[in-house]
């Protein structure tokens, strides 16, 4: 896979270790990736920040809460280490494989153009301290709203689907372009709802993936690229033993 435009951002690490979210940030559970067995290791847990990601994340819950009361932010996922990354990739490929009829095993053209699809959403499991994917650094979270009840709320697609509706304005083009009234209202909604995460994230200083409604950071190569600073804080870390 091929490294991203943000990968050029040199990074000043900061001392802020990987803290559990606290109560007050709803987790999604039971959680995916270890649903499916991706070794995270002693210690590790996808319900992970820094410290001063999680402050932000505060900051954008109490935003959003002062225009949708009954409304909260949901973690799907936090902290992801390098071996889960890869665990992650290789069976994204593999189910998309599945999903379309191409053989995984074999060299073709249409096993190279999926492996490009899955790279524009999974960063590349890169060993390189000047690379690292953006959840190994714990300054980068994918999450959605829920209602009152903890339900999720309907943002149009899953978070990790791959295609252009991950894309964080898919639905804007969708309501302008629906033939009927209940889809253009449908699709409206959706793209408020993304268009809200989004606001209230950026308030806080969070930087959105190009390619993805649900994923944020602050803090990381991508945050700094994106907002134009000279260097990101984290860089790739492990939880602390004890």
């Not at 709803?26 to 590790?44: F, I, M, Q, V």
């Not at 409304?71 to 936090?78: K, M, N, P, S, T």
């Not at 791959?162 to 804007?172: L, N, R």
């Not at 309501?175 to 989004?198: D, E, F, I, M």
Request: aromatic share 8%.
């Amino acid at each position: 896979m091929p490294r991203r435009p943000w990968n050029s951002v040199p990074i000043e690490p900061r001392r802020d270790p990987l803290v559990p979210l606290p109560p007050n940030l709803l987790r999604l559970e039971p959680h995916p990736y270890t649903a499916l067995g991706a070794p995270y290791g002693p210690g590790g847990s996808p319900f992970q920040l820094r410290q001063e990601v999680i402050d932000r994340l505060l900051d954008s819950q109490e935003a959003l809460q002062e225009q949708q009361p009954d409304w909260r932010l949901a973690v799907f996922d936090g902290w992801r280490p390098l071996a889960v990354q890869a665990f992650m990739v290789e069976h994204t490929l593999l189910e998309l494989c599945r999903k379309r009829g191409v053989d995984p095993a074999e060299t073709s053209p249409a096993r190279e153009a999926l492996t490009a699809e899955v790279g524009r959403f999974w960063a590349d499991p890169d060993e390189d301290p000047a690379a690292p994917p953006p959840h190994s650094t714990g300054a980068a979270v994918d999450l959605t709203l829920v209602d009152h009840r903890g339900l999720p709320l309907d943002m149009g697609s899953a978070i990790d689907a791959i295609g252009p509706v991950s894309s964080p304005d898919h639905f804007e083009s969708v309501a302008q372009g629906a033939a009927k009234p209940a889809q253009r209202t449908w699709a409206r909604g959706c793209h408020r709802r993304r268009r809200l995460l989004r606001q209230v994230l950026q308030q806080a200083g969070f930087a959105q993936h190009p390619n993805e409604w649900w994923h944020f950071s602050w803090g990381d190569q991508l945050w700094a690229w994106s907002r134009g600073e000279a260097q990101a804080c984290y860089g790739r870390v492990e939880p602390e033993p004890g």
